[in-house]
C-alpha cells in the first residue's frame, strides 16, 4: 500500500530523548585505605609472631623446666650464670693457625676449659674430666663438643696431641677471652669448666679443681640438661 509504513511505530515515543542515568560511587577516603593498610600489616606482623612463638616454643618449654620447675631438693653442682653471656665476636685460630669465629662453635653444647698451650697438671686433669664427662652421656655424647681453648701462645705439647683427637683445639688471646668467660671471685680462668649451651650462651660454670670425686655430680647436671633439651636440640652443629 502506497504510503504505508512499514517500521513498528514506537512504543514510547520520546524515550531516546531522555538523559542517560548515571549511579556514581563514592571512592575510597585516603583515611580508609592507609588505615585498611595498618590492619593489614598488623595481621602479618601477628602471623609472624605466632610463627616464632611455636618454633621457639620447645627452647622456651625446657629452660622452664630446668630453670623454674625443679623438684623440691634438687641441688645443681654447677653453678648457674645470670644473665647467660653470649659468645662475642672473637677471633680463634686452630692448632694450624688457620682463622676461625669463636661464633662457629655454636650449634652444639660445649664442655669447655682455658688454659696455656704449656698445660700444667690442672690443665691435664680438666682435659681428661671433659673427655670422661662427655663419654658417660652415653648415646647423647654426639650433641656435646668438648673444647679446649689456649689463652697463650706457648706451642702445645706434642705429647697431648694424641689425647685430643675427638677436642676441638682454639688459640683465643687471653684478655679478650675474659670478656665472655668469668671465674668465680678468688679464682682464675683456668680454674673451673664452663657450659656453653646450643645457642651460644655460657650458662654454667663447675667448680674451681673439679676432680674424679665431683664428676658424678657434673655428670648429673649434663644429663638433666641433655634431657631438657631434647625436644629441640640433636646432634650435629647446624648450618
Known sequence: MSGSNLSPPAENPGAHDQP???????????????DAQARRTVRGRLRMLAVFA???????????TYYVIRPEGRRNYGELVDPQRPIPELGAATPEGKPVALRSLKGQWLLVS?????CD???????YLQRQLRESLGKDKDRMDWVWLVADTQPVRPALLP???????LRVDGAQLAQWLAPAPGQ????????????????MRFPAALDTSGAPRAKRDLERLMRASASWDTPGRGP
Open 20 to 34: 542517560l542515568g548515571l549511579t556514581v560511587h563514592s571512592l575510597p577516603a585516603p583515611g580508609d585505605a592507609m
Open 163 to 169: 689425647a685430643l683427637q675427638q677436642a676441638t683445639l
Open 114 to 118: 682455658v688454659a696455656g698451650g704449656a
Open 54 to 64: 611455636v618454633c621457639a616454643a620447645p627452647v622456651i618449654a625446657s629452660y622452664l
Open 121 to 127: 697438671p690442672a690443665c691435664e686433669r680438666h682435659l
Open 188 to 203: 682464675q680462668l683456668a680454674d673451673h669448666l664452663y657450659l656453653v649451651d646450643p645457642l651460644g650462651n655460657w650458662m
